[in-house]
């Protein structure tokens, strides 16, 4: 029975394992060890205290915390009310965290302050202090400041209501139910929430996992974070599905994984190319035991066929690589488990079952198989549409049901897909999306600077960065001066790694920004001939 139809929803089908698996590991969180009774328990718990606070299902609520055994159990304790799980980005600051609870209309925000040193609560309330999920705002870890509640306060608060009350909740979520509002970066300059559901997640982790083959008994370190569908769906959800192990990871440092690794005996884990380089180049991984780890995906457009020879004989690893996009639940195409090395480092995955797709240019003909051209898909994978926004979910999705993906690729006669550029601006930086008009903006916002344009080059490291034009409002701005403003008004991920302050921005005759020629700038110039 596909696991849609045996599950039907998320918390339903973490139920049913606690029951199924009991007293099996579930989640290995430093010191906190739960098995999978006490994430029934947990679940059941966090849902009582909601419905004691009024959640109705259809609502949202927000997470904004890091990867963590809380995290996972506050999550299936808001799906587990019907209510809609909105995962903020844990590097947000307080202008980016506001826009996405305006914009979901969250009612309740579950925080853990102090990550990075971060004071999301001040930020936030810096921000804008009228966002509605500060007046129910939950600290998962410390004490409650003011207008807050503390996580014992707040489990305390649900002891009164019936746990068949959770319990009939969750009968009642079907399939086809929205499970999350997963916020994305776009090229409008606001992430855009977009709307997935449960059976659907449910269906195409299991596809996922035909390749991947997380069983009972194994462990996943899971380094990417939980507020993206690869840490989050393909990462604990898929081992509470599978009866493995959960091992978050808060934040990535390449000596920290590589011990657990070794100790934990983990047998799988994923990311992006980024920490798959700072593992093998990391000093102490030729000291390491690292016998235990079998499967690891490597998750970009771009995966180098050096980092798959690579990560297969000094990881002693079989590496997967795959595609996809927030708005078809993460997963379009996957690598085989037979799949020979230089099939997985050239080429994006094969369409995985129920999934069409066309290869068009830029009149929306079909080009030949394989020539280059954007990528359109159709398939049961494919998003409810962007929340509260029609416009953009139209401008997504066509009136014959084909998802614009915006990415430029190929296919074979096999039905492999290779993902080789993007139509859009949008560039990936270690695994994070970064919409150049998201940052223009947030520079904009600070008056020294009069005009900007961002765009994304290649980076060995990091896959992709960002590199910022800025003409300066007033004299004497400098590149430092851009960085230190930035670093400190958005996320890390988005802070642009090299900025050349410039007289004026190249333009067409319309207005546009020639970011082809900015591009141009970056390049290398062949030696001139004297």
């Known amino acids: 029975m596909r696991a849609d139809a045996e599950y039907r929803s998320i918390p339903r089908m973490a139920l049913i394992n606690a029951e199924r698996f009991s007293d099996d590991l579930a989640v290995i969180d430093g010191d906190v060890q739960l098995c999978f009774r006490d994430i029934g328990d947990g679940l059941i718990g966090v849902a009582r205290s909601l419905l ?22 506050t999550a299936l304790g808001i799906l587990a009310t019907g ?17 996405i609870l305006a914009k979901s209309q969250a009612r309740t925000l579950f925080c853990a302050n102090g990550f990075l040193g971060l004071d999301y609560v001040g930020m936030l309330r810096g921000a804008d202090p009228t966002v509605a999920a500060l007046r129910d705002t939950v600290l998962l870890d410390g004490d409650a400041g003011e207008g807050t509640s503390s996580w ?9 209501v019936d746990e068949a009350a959770v319990r009939a909740r969750v009968e009642a979520i079907g399939a086809d139910d929205g499970s999350d509002v997963l916020f994305t970066s776009g090229t409008t300059g606001h992430p855009k929430g977009v709307m997935l559901r449960h059976g659907t997640s449910l269906r195409c982790y299991e596809i996922l996992n035909r390749t991947y083959g997380l069983g009972r008994g194994d462990r996943i370190l899971i380094i990417t974070p939980f507020f993206h569908c690869f840490g989050y769906k393909a990462g604990w959800m898929l081992a509470l599905m599978a009866g493995a192990t959960s091992v978050p990871v808060a934040a990535f440092d390449a000596g920290d994984a590589l011990r657990m690794i070794e100790e934990l005996r983990i047998t799988h884990t994923g990311g992006a190319p980024t920490m798959y380089w700072s593992l093998l180049d990391h000093p102490t991984r030729p000291q390491r035991d690292l016998s235990s780890l079998r499967l690891a995906i490597a998750s970009a457009a771009y995966v180098p066929a050096e980092l798959v020879q690579r990560m297969r004989h000094e990881l002693g690893v079989h590496p997967i690589t795959g595609y996809g996009l927030t708005e078809a639940h ?7 488990p037979d799949d020979p090395p230089e ?5 994006s995955g094969h369409l995985i079952e129920d999934t069409e797709a066309r290869v068009v240019d830029d009149t929306g003909l079909d080009v030949p198989l394989g020539q280059r051209g954007e990528l359109l898909l159709r398939g049961f994978q494919l998003m409810d549409g962007y929340y509260d926004d029609r416009d953009a979910t139209a401008a997504a999705i066509d009136a014959d049901g ?11 006669a096999d039905r492999y897909v290779k993902i080789c550029d993007r139509k859009k601006d949008m560039f990936i930086v270690g695994g994070f999306n970064v919409a ?10 600070w008056d020294q600077v009069a005009a900007c344009a961002v765009v994304g080059i290649p980076d060995r490291m990091w896959g992709e960065v960002g590199v910022a034009f800025v003409v300066a409002a007033s004299p004497g701005l400098t590149p430092e001066d851009v960085m230190a403003w930035a670093t400190e008004h958005m996320a890390k991920y988005k802070v642009p790694r090299r900025v050349l302050i410039v007289d004026a921005l ?5 207005g546009k920004i020639l970011k082809g020629d900015l591009r141009a700038m970056l390049e290398p110039q062949p030696d001139k001939v004297p």
């Open 52 to 73: 004691a606070r009024g959640v109705e299902p259809g609502d949202r609520i927000a997470l904004w915390a890091p990867n963590s055994a809380t995290w996972i159990t």
């Open 83 to 99: 209510a809609r799980l909105v995962p903020l980005n844990t590097r947000f600051k307080g202008t980016e965290a506001a826009y």
């Open 152 to 160: 014992g306060e707040f489990l305390a608060a649900g002891k009164g």
């Open 330 to 336: 993460a997963i379009v195409s996957v690598s085989q």
């Open 343 to 347: 099939l997985v480092a050239e080429w």
């Open 402 to 412: 084909w998802l614009h993906t915006g990415d430029v690729a190929y296919m074979n």
């Open 436 to 445: 150049p008009a998201e940052v223009e903006g947030l520079l904009l916002e």
């Open 506 to 510: 190249p333009l067409n005759a319309t």
